[in-house]
């Protein structure tokens, strides 16, 4: 058996949603990437592709449309309510979720809108509480249907990845 010893400025490992999304960001700050999976190549986009696609969003147009009335500190009550987040270990995870909270009511949609990602103009209500805005999960509907289900969150990384591979980069 011959080897072939390739190099890259990034090795991304795994081609689920995750890994695509990374590959695709540092294709696009003109890195070289390696992108690796255990799986066939037929499994491009992981779990994401067989998902529903629903995606979590604060206050956006489609709550709007519908009367939905959300907001940040909402969301952030209703998060941190189901967390805790009461132990000095905590620490990470409340950062994390804060940053979070503030991309899902801020960047996130447009970001996914410049990468031609559309959205069922209906939000479903998925991972409810069922006690009101003090108790766990989302008191107000958040969960907003990728246009094209699963292989619609897939496709515009796939298609960045796709077109580096078939330019050489
Ligand atoms: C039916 C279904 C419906 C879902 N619906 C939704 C939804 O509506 N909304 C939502 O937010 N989430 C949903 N999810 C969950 C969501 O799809 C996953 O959380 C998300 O896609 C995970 O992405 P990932 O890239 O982190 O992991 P994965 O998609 O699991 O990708 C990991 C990749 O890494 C590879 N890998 C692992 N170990 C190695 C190794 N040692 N060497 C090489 N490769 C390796 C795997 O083969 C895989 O391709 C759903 C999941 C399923 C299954």
Redesign the pocket.
């Known amino acids: 058996m011959t080897t072939t010893p390739l190099s890259a400025d990034v090795l991304v490992?795994?081609?689920?949603?995750?890994?695509?999304v990374a590959a695709s960001e540092a294709i696009s700050a003109g890195k070289r990437v390696i992108l690796?999976?255990?799986?066939p190549r037929s499994?491009l986009?992981?779990?994401?592709w067989?998902?529903?696609?629903?995606?979590?969003f604060i206050d956006s147009p489609e709550q709007r449309r519908l009367g939905i009335k959300d907001s940040l500190d909402l969301a952030t009550q209703d998060w941190f309510g189901n967390a805790g987040f009461d132990r000095a270990e905590d620490h990470w995870p409340r950062a994390w979720a804060e940053a979070y909270l503030q991309f899902a009511a801020g960047e996130k949609r447009a970001w996914l809108r410049e990468r031609g990602v559309g959205f069922f103009p209906v939000v479903g209500w998925?991972e409810r509480g069922g006690y009101g805005a003090i108790g766990p999960g989302n008191s107000v509907p958040r969960?907003h249907?990728t246009w094209g289900t699963?292989p619609g969150i897939v496709a515009p990384f796939a298609e960045a990845v796709h077109r580096a591979e078939e330019a050489g980069t």
């Open positions: 490992i795994g081609w689920g949603l995750a890994g695509l690796i999976d255990q799986e499994n986009g992981g779990q994401a067989w998902s529903f696609g629903g995606l979590f998925a969960f249907i699963g």
